[in-house]
């Protein structure tokens, strides 16, 4: 008689079993997103494509000179807006809040969030500190001479639009585009983050694009 066990499957390895096949098909799930984050950012600096991001000089909340350069070495998530939004630009900054919480609580000052304005006509150094201050102390504020801004905002494919003849005292909005910009330590585009997307899964995605960068990363 062979003695050979013929004992069925034990609960041990088939819970062995299963765990493994858990774990594989986690793997390629996981592999198979971080590739598609891969193909999205290689895709928005493909040949062909406009370029979004550039060179830039503006000025910080605090009168200092800020260029495209002091955002490399970490993700810079960008925003376009104006401190006399009455309700978009208020809501959008809250949940930027919510972001910058949210990625530091896994990756702590491996992002600089930044606030740009498109109305420099009235937004000042002070103006827009104090406004920020309402939202989260992190942020960064910038501004400049209206020539300076528009370069930007062109260089990021944001667009804007002043009232024409506006006075002044008068008071007037600012229509203008409404997308976070995510950008990659070497200060290339990587995605854009629209009002679909809540506070919560917009911080999945940039700790996903943090996660998957090979690079030095800076985190002081």
């Known amino acids: 008689m062979s003695n050979i066990s013929t004992a069925p499957f034990s609960w041990k390895s088939a819970s062995l079993f299963l765990a493994a096949g858990a774990g594989l098909i986690f793997y390629f799930r996981y592999e198979k997103a ?19 991001g ?19 070495g970490k993700y810079a998530l960008v925003y376009f807006g104006f401190t006399h939004c009455p309700d978009i630009c208020p809501e959008e900054l809250d949940k930027m809040a919510t972001m ?37 102390p992190a942020l960064i504020g910038l501004t400049g001479a209206w020539e300076q801004v528009k370069s930007v905002c062109k260089s990021y494919r944001v667009y804007f639009s002043t009232p024409p003849n506006v006075k002044p005292g008068q008071d007037y909005l600012v229509d203008h585009s409404i997308y976070f910009y995510l950008m990659d330590p070497e200060g290339d ?32």
């Open 100 to 136: 910058i919480d949210l990625v530091s609580t896994t990756n702590p000052n491996a992002m600089l969030p930044i606030f740009i304005t498109c109305d420099p006509a009235r937004d000042t150094p002070a103006v827009v500190k104090s406004y920020l201050l309402e939202f989260h």
């Open 54 to 72: 550039g060179k830039f000089e503006l000025v910080n909340q605090d009168g200092r000179v800020f260029t495209d350069e002091d955002m490399k």
């Open 34 to 52: 971080r590739m598609e984050r891969k193909r999205v950012a290689e895709a928005a600096k493909g040949v062909g494509r406009p370029k979004v």
């Open 189 to 220: 585009f990587v995605e854009a983050i629209g009002r679909q997307h809540s506070a919560e899964r917009a911080a999945t995605i940039i700790r996903e694009h943090i996660g998957d960068w090979k690079g030095k990363l800076e985190t002081k």
